[in-house]
């Protein structure tokens, strides 16, 4: 679903009653999962995060006269922005794989928030959202335009994210999103090049150890000393039953250095013996400060996301990529245009819906000269690329597929379709006339 930020007052000052209609519905809404891309960014935060990074203005960035077209260097702009955010969340401890699950369950604590504008701080982000609860890490890329909030608390979480939803920040409306379950990996301080290798085997079979966490088994601890090691903490907890793992929530400061953030998690052997800390160890006392101790719904979610299917992508077989999604006032030369910035084009092909009718079918034909710039091009534009408002969707496509072939596949998909609409029709036709049977008896 097309996503884009509301205007000003376009229909006037009579369009104020239509536009708490569609706010009321936008904020019902909001927790839909159908309306999320996790990456999207608005046109116009787009062209504000480029004419700041190259020093140039708005107007020059969406000038129609300069060379090429507008709407392909908004998409190349908005792409650039995509590969630049993923990269520094995955510096800062994101797993990125946690957005491409097909089933993904959803955090109940951590929060997208996106369609900032350029050049928003951190300490405004805090100041909105911290007066809904206490926040864990706060992260916002080097663009601005899309950051996480982690609340401590589930509860203050979807407070906050009822209350923001759509809500205007500047001058622009919210777009939140919950984020996957499992979006962050735990950050580690670098290791010296001698350690990596002694703690290679370990790592392996704590991996292998996580694929069969036990649901209920992992304890989340607040008020923690921030001068409280892992050792301490574990120490402490190990009197209840077996500790596999033991982990304190850790943030960079501006020198690099990793500070506690003041939680952790303590994961048992079992849940009996989560149980029984959870028991006797509720408001224990470790370097002077009480803990309140739960069990981590978080983990719990996580150890059931991992049974669950992972989303199957088709395979690069070939130099060719299907874009769907193509908006119909795009042309071949802006969808040359788009992809020659990734390699040489062998050939770009825009089918038609009929002869002499002049509109293409909304989907296209990218093939490359090699393997390798293909692969380069769909890395940079598969996460959320937008071309006149449309998010290009991209597959690989089979050397010999043909727009025959997509036909054919689509008329199957519509005849499957027809089926199910004929047996819904029946189906309603006799409950109509239950209905009206019942109503004439009584």
């Known amino acids: 679903k097309k996503e884009k930020p ?4 376009a229909h006037g000052s009579g369009s104020s009653s239509y536009k708490r209609q569609k706010d009321a519905k ?10 999320w891309n996790t990456l999207f960014l608005g046109t116009s ?8 990074k190259y020093n140039t203005t708005k107007s020059q960035v969406l000038d129609h006269e300069t060379k090429g077209s507008v709407a392909v260097r908004m998409a190349l702009g908005e792409t650039q922005i995509v590969q630049e955010t993923r990269q520094f969340l995955l510096d800062n401890g994101v797993s990125l794989d946690s957005f491409s699950q097909a089933a993904a369950a959803r955090s109940t604590s951590v929060i997208l928030v996106k369609n900032l504008p350029a050049g928003v701080a951190v300490s405004e982000l805090e100041e909105v959202f911290s007066p809904h609860g206490s926040l864990g890490r706060v992260l916002l890329p080097p663009s601005g335009l899309t950051a996480i909030v982690e609340f401590l608390e589930p509860t203050e979480a979807k407070r906050a994210f009822t209350r923001l939803a759509y809500s205007k920040f500047q001058h622009v409306p919210l777009y939140l999103e919950w984020a996957p379950v499992g979006v962050f990996v735990a950050a580690k301080p670098p290791e010296p090049e001698e350690q990596k290798a ?4 370990k790592k392996e079979d704590e991996e292998e150890e996580e694929e069969e966490t036990v649901p209920g088994s992992t304890l989340f601890i607040k008020n923690l000393n921030f001068s409280t090691t892992e050792e301490k903490l574990q120490e402490a907890f190990t009197k209840c039953g077996v500790v596999r793992s033991c982990s304190i929530s850790k943030k960079k400061d501006k020198s690099g250095k990793f500070l506690s953030m003041g939680y952790g998690f303590v994961q048992y052997q079992t849940a009996e013996a989560a149980q029984k800390a959870l028991r006797q160890l509720q408001h224990c006392t470790v370097d002077n400060h009480q ?3 739960k069990i981590s719904e978080r983990a719990t979610r996580t150890a059931e996301v991992s049974r669950k299917k992972k989303q199957v992508e088709k395979k690069q077989t070939s130099s060719k990529i299907l874009v769907r999604n193509v908006p119909f006032q795009a042309t071949v030369k802006e969808i040359r245009e788009l992809f020659c910035t990734f390699g040489e084009l062998k050939t770009v092909r825009l089918p038609k819906k009929a002869a002499g009718s002049g509109k293409h079918r909304g989907f296209a034909f990218v ?6 710039d293909a692969k380069k091009a769909f890395a940079a534009l598969c996460h959320s690329t937008h071309l006149y408002g449309r998010r290009l969707v ?3 496509a089979d050397s010999e597929e043909t727009v025959e072939t997509l036909r054919r596949k689509t008329a199957e998909h519509f005849h499957v379709a027809a089926k199910k609409q004929r047996k819904t029709e029946i189906l309603g036709g006799i409950l109509d006339t239950m209905e009206t049977e019942e109503g004439v008896a009584d």
Not at 6 to 9: N, P, Q, W
Not at 367 to 372: G, S
Request: hydrophobic share 35%; no cysteine.
């Open 26 to 35: 936008n904020k019902a809404s909001s927790s839909s999962s159908h309306n």
């Open 45 to 52: 935060a787009v062209a504000d995060a480029i004419a700041d």
């Open 6 to 9: 509301e205007s000003s007052d």
């Open 291 to 293: 803990l309140e101790v």
């Open 394 to 396: 991209l597959e690989w």
């Open 367 to 372: 093939d490359f000269l090699t393997k390798q």
């Open 198 to 201: 002694l703690k290679e085997e």
